[in-house]
């Protein structure tokens, strides 16, 4: 509306710097205020007060778990769940998601009926509740956002809760990774460095941005 448009004109005429959380949100902002006044600060998260499972092998089956929403159009599980249907051998995948979206009625539940005890679809849970049930996993499944315009919290608390993440692509399976990966060879796993978004790391940055203004 244009009360907005005269609002957000006002606003960035006013202030010394905006910060985006990610450097694909500053295309959208260079259309109101220059460039050097747009500045990435990363989403910040704390690490304390994490607990963790010890992590304990089970020689005979291989245990993974995805958590997180999907999309029909950008974040679809339907090729990868397509692919382990083809897999003969002893696995659990666990999936934590949102169901009451059409993803669950019409893939989740299908593929639920033809991998029965494979697949395992529970409701979503409190981040620190669900890190700590992650870190009991063999290894984990990033299923990435097509737009690629995405906060990385999902990949913040996989790397925190210390088991393998296998990378994976909604159009392009990648079906030698995932064979390495149930043969518990993680030599191709995803290796994110989280320093950054560390909440007392994010706070400095935003007290030197202070004091440049």
């Known amino acids: 509306s244009m009360l907005v448009k005269a609002i957000q004109k006002y606003v960035f005429c006013n202030v010394s710097f905006i910060t985006v959380p990610i450097p ?17 600060i990363p989403q910040g998260f704390s690490m304390e007060n994490i607990k963790l499972k010890k992590y304990i092998e089970n020689k005979d089956s291989v245990r993974f778990a995805y958590a997180g929403r999907f999309y029909k ?16 051998m002893d696995f659990q995948f666990t999936i934590y998601t949102d169901f009451n979206n059409t993803v669950y009625r ?13 697949l395992i679809l529970k409701p979503f849970l409190r981040r620190e509740e669900c ?7 063999d290894f984990l499944i990033n299923i990435e956002n097509l737009t690629h315009i995405q906060a990385p919290s999902k990949l913040i608390d996989y790397t925190i809760a210390g088991r393998p993440i296998l990378d994976c692509n ?4 990648p079906e030698e990774t995932i064979k390495k990966f149930l043969k518990k060879d993680y030599s191709d796993q995803l290796i994110v460095d989280i320093s950054k978004y560390k909440i007392e ?8 941005l202070l004091e440049k203004s």
């Open 24 to 40: 694909e949100s500053i295309e959208y902002y260079i259309n109101y205020i220059e460039r050097k006044k747009i500045k990435v």
């Open 73 to 88: 159009d950008i974040r679809n599980p339907e090729k990868l769940l397509g692919f382990l249907s083809t897999i003969d």
């Open 170 to 173: 909604p159009g392009r399976i």
């Open 106 to 118: 019409e893939i989740l539940i299908p593929y639920k009926k033809r991998l029965g005890n494979k």
């Open 131 to 137: 890190i700590l049930e992650l870190s009991g996993y």
């Open 201 to 208: 790391n994010v706070t400095e940055q935003f007290i030197s």
